[in-house]
């Protein structure tokens, strides 16, 4: 039977949680003093530890000076309330979980349920560190680069805790899979891991997919629908592009973070849910917040343990393993036996992959389709330079010029010039007006231009480029293919309305 030690310096909080534990077979002491908990821990090391800080006489810290108490005693902080401090603190005293005041019997049975020692998941860890080198894998996650070693030594110590994970990186580079990876290392495993991609859901249903709704609550709601939060709980939400979720919502998603208590839609009744949330972006999180994408509040409440996942550009020395990792799949999949070449592999390392690891897993899969024989050769793969990802037979064939998207101008000065003559900034030079100078298209944006406007000017520009493939187009720019569509959206929009505008200003004929 498992044992708790309760140290609390409030009797009747002291008992409360005593008579809690004590109907889910745990054996449980109390103390409420540093000096009464040492002497406990002393007759019996426990194996959960309820912990609040502020104490007669010293701070709970200072039971983690013993290394050994530390990692076979699961450590769950008590707390007045939750906040990013607390999240931040737990953190750092490598804490499992922290329960709330008033402890309800709902907290308690989850962190209870979650129970593992620390020892067990520290030697899992260790174990897949060991055969890394070997296997080339860390859980999901496969490459055995410096910057994949120092992605796993993050995972590895936020996965065991209860702290809120950003995940940062380029579209496709996998960050749903370091999401995966935390779930399954920690000691929510058991339980749920749902994976929401907020750019995917209409703006209209968001809400209600997320925190469900009522039956009734608006036009076509026959019925009571549980939302993500709720189908998550207890386990891990996964909420990935993050800044396309609309502001108003944000809000509420930071209310959930703070308090652990949403509504339902049309519901006036307070739900708990007991979820950890991993969100992720392939934004600039601070360009997000500039922008207006990304409240600030909400990204210092998410931004307890960032994690930037390195783009595969900075890996290239893992695609070799993906590839064949990517392949056995393939293999496993159809049935019949087919492997890379030295020149594939190579070549393939030396290839920029601007669309990440879902690129390399695209071209893995038609690679495996086109193949003739046993062997899968450069015939099909991307060009080297990035430029042109067509077979190679049909790479020698000129490609259609593009048109220049962006002006080249520099906005006016009060006085008359322009900002670029004023500031004797000169204007890049290129081969011809709008080339660069290896004859590539380019776009040349005037001085001061937002960035909102760049961003629109770089869209459309290769948008026109690639002759309007859309999927081309959000792997060159290295984002998701929903995220180009709703700024395409967004542009109509706009254009609509700028057209109704003028005609509603026009001057009468």
Known sequence: MSHV??????????????????????????????????RQIALQSPDILLLD????????MDLFTDPTFAASCEVVLVTGHASLDTSIQALRLGAADYLVKPINMRQLEGVLSRFMKPAVLQAEVASMTATLSEDGHFG????????????????????????????TGESGS?????????????????????????????HNLIESEIFGHEKGSFTGAERQHQGFFERANGGTLFLDEITEMPLELQVKLLRVLETGR????????????????????????????????LREDLLYRLNVFPIELPPLRERLSDVPLLANHFLKQVVAKEGVNKRFSDEALDHLSRYRWPGNVRELRNVVQRAYVMARGAVIDTRWLPEVDGADSRPAELAAEPAPAAPVAAPVSAAATPGGASARESSGVQAPVSASPGTTLDGAP?????????????????????????????????????VSLKTLYNRLKEYAANDDSATRAAGEHAPPP
């Open 5 to 38: 030690l309760i140290v609390e310096d409030d009797p009747d909080a002291a008992m409360t949680l005593r008579a809690m534990i004590a109907r889910d077979s745990f054996t449980v002491a109390v103390a409420h003093t540093l000096r009464d908990a040492r």
């Open 53 to 60: 800080l502020q104490l007669p006489d010293g701070n709970g």
């Open 140 to 167: 999901h996650l496969w490459g055995t680069s410096a910057s994949m070693r120092r992605l796993y030594e993050q995972i590895s110590r936020v996965a065991a805790t209860a702290v809120t994970v950003f995940v």
């Open 174 to 202: 996998g960050k749903e899979v370091v999401a995966q990876t935390v779930h399954d290392l920690s000691r929510r495993r058991k339980q749920p891991f749902l994976a929401v991609n907020c750019g995917a859901i209409s």
């Open 262 to 293: 949403y509504m339902r839609v049309g519901s006036t009744t307070a739900l708990e849910t007991d979820v950890r949330v991993i969100a992720a972006t392939n934004r600039d999180p601070l360009q997000a917040v500039a922008d207006g994408k």
């Open 442 to 478: 380019a776009v040349v944006l005037p001085v001061g231009i937002s960035m909102a406007e760049a961003e629109r000017e770089l869209i459309l520009a290769t948008l026109r480029h690639f002759h309007h493939h859309k999927e081309r187009t959000a792997a060159t720019l290295g």
